[in-house]
Nanobody, 116 residues
Framework: QVQLVESGGGLVQPGGSLRLSCAASGSIAGINHMGWYRQAPGKQRELVAVITSKGSTNYADSVKGRFTISRDNAKNTVYLQMNSLEPEDTAVYYC??????????WGKGTLVTVSS
């Protein structure tokens, strides 16, 4: 019914930048909040950033000042701009889209590797 397509993951050197995108398609009446989660080996999945339908944002303390979440409502797409990347940012990043009325859909994940 609703499909998410993630892109932008890959290998980047410490201090570099990467931009993730997640586009939603299908029978979508409207989208509430959207967000990004990540899971590193041996760790629990954690919230990275979230953006509401009105544009309010929230970030994990570990990425504040380095990551920026944004959305393009015309394209049903959420982005995550990642700057000053650190090895600790290495993880599989998952997109979350909450559609009206309050139904969560998850992307399959995209791998981000920060290494020299």
């Amino acid at each position: 019914q609703v499909q998410l397509v993630e892109s932008g993951g890959g290998l980047v050197q410490p201090g570099g930048s990467l931009r993730l995108s997640c586009a939603a398609s299908g029978s979508i009446a409207g989208i509430n909040h959207m967000g990004w989660y990540r899971q590193a080996p041996g760790k629990q999945r954690e919230l990275v950033a979230v953006i509401t339908s009105k544009g309010s944002t929230n970030y994990a303390d570990s990425v504040k000042g380095r990551f920026t979440i944004s959305r393009d409502n015309a394209k049903n797409t959420v982005y995550l701009q990642m700057n000053s990347l650190e090895p600790e940012d290495t993880a599989v990043y998952y997109c979350l889209v909450n559609v009206i009325p309050h139904m969560n859909y998850w992307g399959k994940g995209t791998l981000v590797t920060v290494s020299s």
